[in-house]
């Protein structure tokens, strides 16, 4: 999986992207001691780093940068239409079988 990383002088996190478990897993280290966090929130209570001073304000930019963003609703596909035009199946012919035929006596 791609990882993503921040340094910070004795500051270092990397994110990684998993397929079990937890989505997403922070792996911090900070001076001697390291822990993986889920939650960018902890991330900030457990490092301690000010908020005005520029390497806190990079590492909360570099956090909130992985935060989703809403996404368009999709448009509604009109199936009905779609199986009348594209399908092969019963579901995709008229109803009355016999609405096209001709009686030849």
Known sequence: MKSERFTAGQLWIERNRRREGPPVVYTVL???SARPFTDPKAILKWVKWPKGTPTGDALRE????FEQ???APAPE???AERIKAEGF?????D?????NTK???
Do not use: I
Request: proline share 12%; aromatic share 8%; hydrophobic share 30%.
């Open 62 to 65: 570099w956090l909130t940068s």
């Open 30 to 32: 900070c001076g001697k």
């Open 89 to 93: 199946g019963p579901e995709a012919h």
């Open 69 to 71: 963003k809403p996404q």
């Open 95 to 99: 109803d009355d079988p016999t609405a």
């Open 77 to 79: 596909a009109d199936f």
């Open 103 to 105: 009686m030849v006596t």
